[in-house]
């Protein structure tokens, strides 16, 4: 099974200041028709998760372009350009490639 | 505009069985794969199991094959998850998603086992 690794568990960030994410999967999230299906969730306290980013870099309708992913094969990374007041929250990767699926163990950012 | 709303969770005993459901409205359910994600207390999520589209494939997590059954009924809109044999580290916040890569999400229902 494919497992997902993020790293920072814990991201404190002052505000304004930018942030990052690694997620790294065990083995190519290249699907058989070469597509990458590598997602990211954020789940802000109390709400259910939202889908911010898409086979690795598209936004979701309605996510701020402060939000990039990229990334290619096993390595993938999340950025938050300047961090906001609402940016807190959990942020998980998913890989949508192999089955079973998998998430990653989440990535909490704090305000500093 | 997409709406997902769970319902069906509550307390069970250990052993015993529990079936959620998960109201779709808003988008072409029969032709969306469906999931159900769970988040239990201090732990991330974990996807629990997909039942496909167009075709009765179903998919389930390594912790809940032979114990959970996901099903839908397109007439209704609905998808299901039949749980048996539930565990005290059953206990979570159940979430039905749509499409193959979860771009939308319930609110979530609650699940408790225990005695």
């Known amino acids: 099974d494919v497992v997902m690794t993020q790293s920072p568990l814990s991201l404190p960030v002052t505000l304004g200041q930018p942030a990052s994410i690694s997620c790294r999967s065990s083995?190519?999230?290249?699907?058989?028709?070469?597509?990458?299906?590598l997602n990211w969730f954020q789940q802000r306290p109390g709400q259910s998760p939202r889908r911010l980013i898409y086979q690795v870099s598209n936004r979701d309708s309605g996510v701020p372009d402060r939000f990039t992913g990229t990334g290619s094969g096993t390595d993938f990374t999340l950025k938050i350009s300047r961090v906001e007041a609402e940016d807190v929250g959990t942020y998980y990767c998913m890989q949508g490639t192999h089955w079973p699926r998998a998430f990653g163990q989440g990535t909490r950012l704090e305000i500093k | 505009e997409v709406q997902l709303v769970e319902s069906g969770g509550g307390l069970v005993q250990p052993g015993g069985s529990l079936r959620l459901s998960c109201a779709a409205s808003?988008?072409?359910?029969?032709?969306?794969?469906m999931n159900w994600v769970r988040h239990a207390p201090g732990r991330g999520l974990e996807w629990v199991a997909t039942?496909?589209?167009?075709?009765?494939?179903?998919y389930y997590a390594n912790s809940v094959r032979g114990r959970f059954t996901i099903s839908r009924d397109n007439s209704k809109n609905t998808l299901y998850l039949q749980m048996d044999s539930l565990r005290a580290e059953d206990t979570a916040l159940y979430y039905c998603a749509k499409d193959w890569q979860l771009d939308s999400w319930g609110l979530g229902t609650l699940v408790t086992v225990s005695s």
């Open positions: 083995q190519s999230l290249v699907h058989s028709n070469g597509d990458i299906y």
């Open positions: 808003g988008f072409t359910f029969r032709s969306s794969a």
């Open positions: 039942f496909s589209a167009t075709t009765t494939n179903t």
